[in-house]
């Protein structure tokens, strides 16, 4: 069966300092990957997706990015974090009709 | 640009009480999921509808996808203190892109 693996789970990080979070995927090959961030008690903001290695799409324009060096593989990454930047950010895989499965999420907190 | 809106936001109520929450989509949705985000968790798939008028249950939770297929609703009956979390509609448009809802967040007191 498919699992999806982020860490670290939970992150303290000072203003300005760099980011990089990482995203795993077991079980299947090819599969659409994003990222999200839930601001605290907020709903779901789409980041970024991708479709395959190398290929990343942005859905706002912000001090973030994401690549995709493996097929199972998605990093979401910042040079200098924001305090705007805290937020439980999630990885998520597409199944074959569209759902979502989600990885446990990072929780980021930017001092 | 496309919206999915929840209401309510939040609500709270007695153990074995029912529950509603309805999603409405600004556009014509080719399905609809629902997920479920315990407090401290990720968010959980659900359930998908596909047809106009669809309902589909289970266990205590009944799902409806709306024959204009541009809203949906999720009913718990008599809730318990499980089904605490909040709970998100996600609907599906023409361009095969997921658009969240903004979420019910329901609280059960026991």
């Known amino acids: 069966s498919q699992t999806i693996h982020q860490w670290p789970a939970t992150l303290v990080q000072p203003v300005g300092s760099p980011l990089s979070l990482e995203c795993t995927v077991e079980g299947t090959s090819n599969p659409n990957l994003y990222w999200y961030r839930q601001a605290a008690g907020r709903g779901l903001q789409l980041l970024f997706y991708s479709v395959g290695i190398g290929q990343i799409s942005s859905e706002v324009p912000q001090n973030l990015s994401a690549s995709r060096p493996q097929d199972r593989q998605f990093i979401l990454s910042s040079k200098k974090l924001l305090l705007s930047d805290s937020g439980f950010y999630l990885c998520?895989?597409?199944?074959?009709?569209?759902?979502?499965?989600f990885g446990p999420g990072t929780r980021l907190t930017v001092t | 640009g496309q919206q999915v809106m929840q209401i309510p936001q939040y609500q709270h109520v007695q153990e074995g009480e029912d529950f509603t929450t309805y999603c409405n989509s600004s556009?014509?949705?080719?399905?609809i999921q629902w997920y479920k985000q315990r407090p401290g968790g990720h968010p959980v798939f659900l359930i998908q509808?596909?047809?106009?008028?669809e309902v589909k249950k289970q266990k205590r939770l009944t799902f409806q996808f709306g024959e204009a297929k541009k809203n949906s609703s999720l009913h718990i009956t008599a809730t318990q203190t499980t089904d605490v979390g909040t709970y998100f509609c996600?609907?599906?448009?023409?361009?095969?892109?997921?658009?969240f809802g903004t979420g019910t967040r329901l609280q059960v007191f026991p």
């Open positions: 509808l596909v047809k106009s008028g």
């Open positions: 556009t014509t949705l080719s399905n």
């Open positions: 996600a609907g599906l448009n023409n361009t095969d892109k997921l658009i």
């Open positions: 998520a895989w597409t199944g074959t009709t569209y759902e979502q499965y």
